[in-house]
């Protein structure tokens, strides 16, 4: 058939539709057109309200043809019932009605006998030629698509065979297209390349492949399906599918399994009028389908696994990628995959996809923090940087200002088409009201992470109840895995669960369930307490009882690994708890002290003891305030702040003597001894250690008695008296015998190594530092396991074992560096340094020494920094440098003399040595063990207490 090229001379054709078949309209108009034609395009929807007939009379004026895009929706639409008779005269060549199928319908009357171009069950190709050759006339008209509409028909092989006999082959290419914004995830896409390969080469008869991927809402499950399935496609000759089953898609009801079946059907060539009703038998038609056929599918957001089962083949040469926000368990044959949130080069890399790198440049930091308040998320990711690009004004430090108040992220993450509140509502929606409560009660939780015993306290559940919401929020994937029977939110999730709290339920409810938790956090930690130091419970506050009894009850081990799990949760709990006024912080300041002391989480202790300064302030109660102050100053001296831990230890002193607390008093006498002793304040620190001891000799209290002694041998030790020091230190030692003190009996002893190690007797030395090591290891206690190695470090040294030497120097470095103890790192480097010089490496041994200098004029450890210097001054000698080593002598000289220490015998005879003279190290005084562990704080007698 040969098309008119001339527009004034081509009669005009009216395409008539019903509103469901524009697509149809769309694409028949387009080929006419590509094929010489002008078609008008018009639909029985396009003028609502007017009269049908008339409307179709009036439309015929400036029509010369009519083809109708017959279809069951059209005829339902009032064309069976319109009087075709008059309107129409199929013997009048004037005004031609030519009727296209599009669907399996049944035509009534005129239209019945009217000759059909019949494209049902075609595939494009063939549903165009058809059309053509159907098409007797020149048609002219207007208003067709500007550009290619896709094609509305089937596209499966196998459809219905044309005249002539031959079946339609042109297998369906459905997939949609790839994000050009798709980043990273070269990891993941390569394990779902590798496993698709290894599971087709491993597939069974009768059984297809299947990828699972699930993972939270947002976290970018399709584009990833779709762009290995893209990648995968020339593997799949029979055709790809894609299938999305709405199982979270707001406002849209997931998708039956039946009706998916019909859809999938429908799109493999099988026509309406053939589709079974029966689930079971479209499942089998749909298997017969795609029998021996190599054919990809993609199931996109699947509600269930009961949704998914119907829809797989039966075809081993047949793929299947499915993606769920739920742990698709059942799918017993699938391979699954969980997909996390963007590693943090990931997330950048997709900012800059979508907003470019020059608007990124030069806010490195910004980006930075708006990565991570995004949490990686790639939705939350794709809107940021939407709004970024639609609002050039904007920095990326305005955007991440924005983003910052926790309370409006979630608002902020929206963009009117798309939002991440909106995309977790859908989640929410679906969970059973159980879960729900869950969720809203754990997004109260002020941590991390959270155990199910923590769950079922706020929820006000028994465990095993809670262990099934949190189960299912973790198939859903609002929860994410952090360790058996832990759990932990996602911050974006997090944030939505606290607005869901603070929209359903009400503010006594949920401080009432804040309470109940946190009196479990205080419970569970005094009865851990109570199971690793038995001996020390008499300082314990009274607490509530047990909301539920911990799986560890009686096992040290167990007890321990819960308090390493939840010492950030008890000190989170600590800080909000100051927020509503309540005293779970003064608790748990007096519960964890020796915990805390021993491990040497020092960063934790400060914190949680600010915070119970703080309430004690607040409640008015001056002997917590006096003991929670004298653990402050331990806490500042390790940390290398003497002046702040002097200042803590003084005001508790003087709180104590208020309330006339002899032995917190003396408590505080020593913790201050300690300090001037580090300050080098050597007569102040034995002043304060002899009245300490007098007050503990006055109260009865044997174990700071024997403290007391042990910091006044420190000082005797120190400046050279060690007669005087190894009394005292054997006096002490025999007190914390007698009161079972093993730390205290690890402390003593390594204090007599020390003595003796300076009085040259090596091996007794070695002896007593073996045993406070083997002392320490089995409390455990991390700092003076540290102090132990360092001190055999310095022995080894003084014997030339240099291997020993050095391996027991970089242990101890190594743990006061993890612990974050200044004064012991101090002492590290120097030592190592010295063994370093020893050896004959000064440039290693300068560069120890100066770093060990570096950290005592931070912390005036008077004679450490007199130690580093004198290092310096032999290093620097040997390096030929001996200008500046003479100043470094110099400064040894006059801190030691100060300090008045056998050492500036050194310091001084270095400075009279001729400069040809080589320097000659000796045995540095410098190990010691102090006493770490004051008396735990005593407090008064009183239940925590909550609202409600």
């Not at 001054?873 to 003479?886: K, S």
Request: charged share 20%; with cysteine.
């Amino acid at each position: 058939m040969e098309a008119s090229t001339s527009a004034q001379d081509s009669p005009v054709v009216l395409v008539s539709h019903a509103a469901s078949d524009r697509r149809w309209a769309e694409w028949l108009a387009w080929r006419m057109q590509a094929g010489g034609f002008e078609p008008l395009l018009e639909g029985w929807y396009a003028v609502p309200g007017v009269n049908r007939l008339r409307w179709l009379n009036e439309s015929l004026v400036r029509a010369d043809h009519l083809v109708l895009v017959l279809s069951e929706s059209y005829l339902a639409e009032s064309g069976a019932s319109l009087p075709w008779q008059s309107i129409v005269n199929p013997t009048d060549r004037r005004v031609r009605l030519v009727p296209v199928k599009v669907d399996e319908c049944s035509p009534p009357g005129l239209l019945a006998g009217l000759v059909t171009i019949d494209l049902v069950g075609l595939d494009e190709e063939n549903a165009a030629a058809t059309l053509l050759s159907g098409l007797g006339a020149t048609i002219r008209g207007s208003a067709v698509p500007t550009v290619a509409p896709p094609f509305p028909g089937v596209s499966f092989p196998g459809g219905r065979p044309l005249h002539g006999g031959a079946d339609v082959v042109s297998p369906p290419r459905e997939l949609p297209p790839a994000t050009r914004f798709f980043t990273g995830r070269q990891q993941e896409i390569a394990e779902l390349m590798s496993g698709a390969e290894a599971a087709c080469h491993a597939a069974v008869a009768g059984a297809s492949v299947v990828l699972s991927v699930h993972g939270m809402a947002g976290v970018g499950k399709t584009a990833l399906a779709l762009r290995v399935a893209h990648d995968l496609a020339d593997r799949f000759p029979d055709g790809c599918l894609f299938l999305d089953l709405h199982g979270a898609t707001p406002s849209v009801d997931p998708i039956e399994p039946d009706a998916a079946l019909g859809e999938l059907l429908r799109r493999v060539g099988v026509p309406g009028a053939q589709i079974p009703p029966a689930l079971d038998a479209r499942a089998a038609l749909y298997r017969g389908r795609l029998a021996g056929t190599r054919t990809l599918v993609v199931l996109d957001n699947a509600r269930s696994a009961e949704q998914v089962l119907p829809l797989l083949p039966a075809a081993s040469g047949c793929l299947v990628i499915v993606t769920s926000r739920r742990r698709l368990a059942a799918l017993d044959e699938a391979r699954s995959w969980h997909l996390a949130v963007l590693s943090p080069e990931g997330a950048r890399d997709m900012l800059t996809a979508v907003v470019g790198a020059d608007r990124l440049a030069g806010q490195d930091d910004a980006t930075t923090q708006l990565v991570d308040l995004c949490g990686r998320l790639p939705l939350a990711l794709r809107i940021a940087a939407a709004r970024l690009r639609t609002r050039p004004a904007w920095s990326v430090a305005d955007l991440a200002d924005r983003l910052a108040d926790h309370h409006d992220r979630l608002a902020a993450l929206a963009d009117g088409e798309r939002g991440v509140a909106a995309a977790f509502a859908v989640s929410y929606r679906d969970l059973t009201g159980e879960a729900q409560r869950m969720l809203r009660r754990l997004g109260l939780h002020p941590g991390v992470e959270m155990d199910t015993h923590a769950a079922a306290a706020l929820t006000g559940v028994t465990p095993a109840q809670a262990d099934r919401a949190c189960e299912h929020l973790l198939d859903v994937h609002l929860l994410l895995e952090a360790g058996r029977d832990r759990y932990r939110f996602h911050d974006l999730v997090r944030a939505f669960a606290r607005e869901r709290a603070g929209d359903e339920d009400s503010e006594s409810l949920c401080l009432q369930s804040t309470g109940v938790l946190f009196d479990h956090y205080v419970s569970t930690a005094a009865a851990a307490v109570r199971t690793l130091f038995p001996t020390e419970v008499d300082h314990l506050p009274q607490v509530r009882p047990l909301y539920v009894q911990p799986r560890w009850s009686g096992d040290r081990q167990g007890a321990r690994h819960w308090l390493d799990l939840e010492r950030a949760n008890l000190v989170r709990v600590a800080a909000q708890a100051n927020v509503h006024g309540w005293r779970h912080a003064l608790d748990l300041a007096a519960i964890l002290f020796r915990y805390l002391d021993l491990g040497a989480h020092l960063t934790e202790a400060a914190a949680l003891y600010t915070d119970a300064r703080d309430a004690a302030r607040t409640l008015g109660d001056h002997a917590q305030h006096a003991h929670v102050l004298t653990s402050l100053a331990s806490i500042s001296r390790h940390q290398g702040r003497y002046a702040d831990a002097a200042v803590h230890a003084r005001e508790a002193l003087t709180l104590f003597q208020m309330i006339g607390d002899e032995r917190g008093e003396s408590r505080a006498l020593t913790a201050l001894g300690i300090i001037y002793w580090r300050q080098g304040r050597y007569d102040e620190a034995l002043t304060h250690n002899q009245r300490a001891f007098d007050l503990c000799q006055k109260t009865g209290d044997r174990r700071g008695q024997a403290r007391a002694l042990g910091n006044i041998g420190h000082v005797h030790w120190r400046q050279g008296r060690y007669i005087l020091a190894i009394d005292h230190q054997q006096r002490a030692l025999e007190l914390h015998r007698l009161t079972g003190d093993t730390r205290g009996q690890a402390h003593t002893l390594g204090n007599l190594g020390n003595v003796y190690c300076h009085q040259g007797d090596h091996a007794l030395a070695v002896d007593h530092h073996r045993r406070a090591l083997a002392l320490y290891l089995t409390l455990p206690d991390r700092n003076g396991e540290a102090d132990a190695l360092t001190n055999l470090g310095l022995v080894h040294h003084a014997q030339g074992r240099h291997d020993d030497a050095e391996r027991h120097h970089r242990q101890a470095l190594d743990l006061y560096e993890e612990i974050g103890d200044c004064n012991g790192q101090a002492r590290a480097h120097n030592g190592l340094a010295e063994h370093l010089h020893t050896i004959g490496h000064p440039e290693q041994a300068r560069h120890h020494h100066a770093l060990a200098l570096t950290l005592t004029l931070a912390t005036q450890d008077s004679y450490e920094q007199a130690r580093s210097h004198a290092g310096l001054g032999r290093a620097l000698d040997d390096l030929g440098n001996h200008d500046t080593a003479r100043e470094h002598w110099r400064s040894a000289r006059d801190i030691y003399a100060a300090l008045d220490v056998p050492e500036a015998d050194e310091a001084n005879s270095a400075l009279k040595m001729p400069i040809s003279t080589k320097r000659t190290s000796r045995i540095p005084a410098s190990g010691l063990t102090e006493d770490h562990g004051p008396s735990p704080p005593k407090v008064h007698q009183s239940p925590s207490s909550h609202p409600g």
